[in-house]
């Protein structure tokens, strides 16, 4: 019997901003979610040449997420060896809690994405999707985009509107590369960790 409703927010987290930390905040609120589980990528299998280590990725998020007791942090594709499917994430997280209705969310950048993931529509038939706004896109593309892919791949994608953040983790890495400031993009406690460990340099 399902008695929990759970968002699963995958990424990166190369390093984790304040995008999306306000992106799970607000999906958590209006789904009334029992939690929202973050699941930092192994080696993603559409960004070649990774070059941050998976742990440095995952404690960053644990770090940012400590103040929320309904965020965790899941280390299933960190452990894993091989490329991390989020098929095969969502499959063992629904083996690992039957009870559970799971919502993965994406921005919607990744959402148009998603036909070129390993087996979109496998992928979208196990559970229902949330794409929340991001800049950069306009608004009628992207509806034309996830009406495409509803049409041919069968998922259900619900699109919902967050305040808009232009950040970037991309940005935040060129940022410390450059030596220019990104205070208040990312907490500050994840911008310690990155100079400490001289990460991005
Ligand atoms: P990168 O620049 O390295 O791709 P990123 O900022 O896009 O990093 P990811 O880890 O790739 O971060 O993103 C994980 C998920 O969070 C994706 O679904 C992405 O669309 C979403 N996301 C990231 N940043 C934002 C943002 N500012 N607003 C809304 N969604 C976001
Ligand atoms: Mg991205």
Redesign the pocket.
């Known amino acids: 019997m399902i008695n929990r409703k759970v968002g699963i927010?995958?990424?990166?987290?190369?390093p984790i901003?304040q995008?999306?930390l306000v992106?799970a905040n607000e999906v958590l609120n209006i789904y009334n979610f029992d939690e929202i589980i973050f699941v930092p990528a192994g080696i993603p299998p559409h960004k070649n040449g990774l070059k941050t280590n998976p742990w440095d990725r995952y404690i960053m998020t644990q770090i940012a997420t400590v103040s929320n007791d309904r965020f965790t942090v899941s280390d299933i594709e960190v452990k894993r060896t091989g490329k991390s499917y989020t098929l095969e994430t969502l499959m063992r997280l629904q083996e690992m809690y039957p009870d559970t209705e799971f919502y993965f969310i994406?921005?919607t950048?990744?959402i148009i994405d998603i036909p070129n993931w390993h087996e979109p529509e496998k992928l979208l038939s196990l559970c229902k999707f949330i794409a929340?706004s991001?800049p950069g896109i306009d608004k009628d593309i992207i509806e034309k985009k996830i009406k495409e892919i509803k049409d041919t791949l069968n998922g259900h994608i619900e699109l919902m509107q967050?305040p808009?953040?232009?950040?970037?983790?991309?940005d935040i890495r060129e940022r410390i590369k450059k030596g220019v400031s990104a205070k208040y993009l990312l907490p500050e406690t994840v911008e310690q960790y990155i100079i400490k460990n001289n990460l991005y340099r």
Request: glycine content about 16%; proline content about 0%.
């Open positions: 927010m995958g990424g990166s987290f190369n901003h995008g999306h992106v994406t921005g950048d990744a929340v991001r967050v808009m953040l232009q950040i970037s983790s991309t």
